[in-house]
């Protein structure tokens, strides 16, 4: 939780009181009551920061993957393109 700028200020048996800080420019720091939490909720909040990093992750993958199939397309282009010059050379070659 302290990710998320989450301070625990205090435990009551299964919960805990969060308080989150606020930072305003020119001004000191000030601690607002967020509510109170059970430990369950707190470590199901933390999954699912994971699980939202996870897959920012993987759609930064997925964006890498397109780049390089895009780049293996226009390599397959340039490999065609030499391809018909080789055959146009070859032809060429056999007029002479």
Not at 37 to 63: G, K, P, S
């Amino acid at each position: 939780m302290e990710r998320l700028g989450f301070v625990q200020v205090r435990q009551r048996g299964s919960h805990v009181i969060l308080k989150k800080q606020l930072v305003e420019e020119g001004e000191e720091q000030k601690m607002i009551k967020v509510g109170c939490v059970n430990f369950m909720q707190v470590d199901a909040i933390e999954l699912q920061v994971d699980a939202i990093e996870l897959q920012a992750d993987a759609i930064e993958l997925q964006a890498d993957a397109i780049e390089l199939s895009a780049d293996a397309i226009e390599l397959q282009a340039d490999a065609i393109e030499l391809s018909a010059d080789a055959i146009e050379l070859s032809a060429d070659a056999i007029e002479l």
